[in-house]
């Protein structure tokens, strides 16, 4: 099994390869370098294991929440492969990326709950909660997007030990209710989805039958309203 996943929705860019069971990646934090560098990313990724784009079997891409512009350029990207190598393309939760993030790093035991916020400007976060089973996360409940005053655990027979907190919305938990941060053992807003984590996630649910054509590989941006930071010279 050869898959190529790519992420670019949040400050970071990367690409992933797994190839039968091996992962190697590229990542960088680049809030404006997306475009310019996720291709040849992808061009390293083949060249070092000596395959071309044509030896693919599958595609798998960090579909959001995230940043607009961000979410935009992989779905672009993937679509542009999917179509012209006829492959199939996993779309995988940026979410649920950064919590498999967290199982990872933290080594989290079964029954662990993982609340993942990212920032989703206007004041408010992305939000959603998993539960760590058989080493991966298991959404409860659905994605949001909300004022992180709004935020909240579900009270769930799936979280058998402790809660972590994970992704860059984190640095709102002042603004939330007392009962979520005071549940969470620690949590680190430093992290950020990577295709690594994307891939991963990709493999299950392609065996699963989530794949999809390149037509349905669309982006999920949680609201209708999306906003971004503006760059210098952008009007």
Known sequence: MKLLALDTSSEGCSAALWLDGQITERFELAPRGHTRLLMPMVRELLAEQGLKPSDLDVLAFARGPGSFTGVRIATGVIQGLAWGLDLPVVPVSSLA???LNAIEERQLPEGSGVAVAFDARMSEVYWATFACRDG???????ERVCHPENVSLPESGDI????????QGWK????MPEAVPTRMVSVDSSLVPRAA????LAIPRFHAGE???AAQAQPVYVRDEVTWKKLPGRE
């Open 97 to 99: 990326a950064v919590a």
């Open 136 to 142: 991966l996360p298991v959404m409860l409940g659905d």
């Open 197 to 200: 984590h994307v891939a991963r």
């Open 172 to 175: 709102f938990q002042s603004d």
């Open 160 to 167: 058998t030990g402790t809660w972590f907190g994970a992704g």
């Open 211 to 213: 794949a999809v054509p």
